[in-house]
């Protein structure tokens, strides 16, 4: 996720993403609320709670130009993938 002028980038893990969204937007407090970050810009879907646990962990500890390569390789143009969950 992320915020309006694409600035700060937020990784996590959830069951729901499309709840998860939902509550970044309007009630959760924390980082995403310090920063704004209420946009999806990209996911993946993993097959195990472990897996996707691993793959958040080396998302996180990668550099912020292999997140912007994630992002741009799936969303060039950064559009709100909420609407399309």
């Known amino acids: ?3 309006k002028r694409n600035t700060t980038i937020y990784t996590g ?3 729901d993403l499309k709840r998860r969204v939902y509550e ?3 009630s959760y ?3 995403t609320k310090m ?3 209420n946009k999806l810009v990209y996911y993946e879907i993993i097959d195990s709670i ?3 646990i691993l793959r958040e962990k080396q998302i ?3 550099s912020r130009k292999k997140k912007l390569e994630l992002i741009n390789k799936m969303n060039e143009e ?3 993938l909420y609407e399309w969950l």
Do not use: E, L, Q, S
């Open 60 to 62: 996180k500890a990668g």
């Open 24 to 26: 970044h937007r309007n």
């Open 35 to 37: 920063y704004n970050v």
């Open 13 to 15: 893990i959830t069951k």
């Open 78 to 80: 950064w559009k709100d």
């Open 29 to 31: 407090k924390g980082f």
């Open 1 to 3: 996720m992320t915020n």
């Open 50 to 52: 472990n897996n996707a």
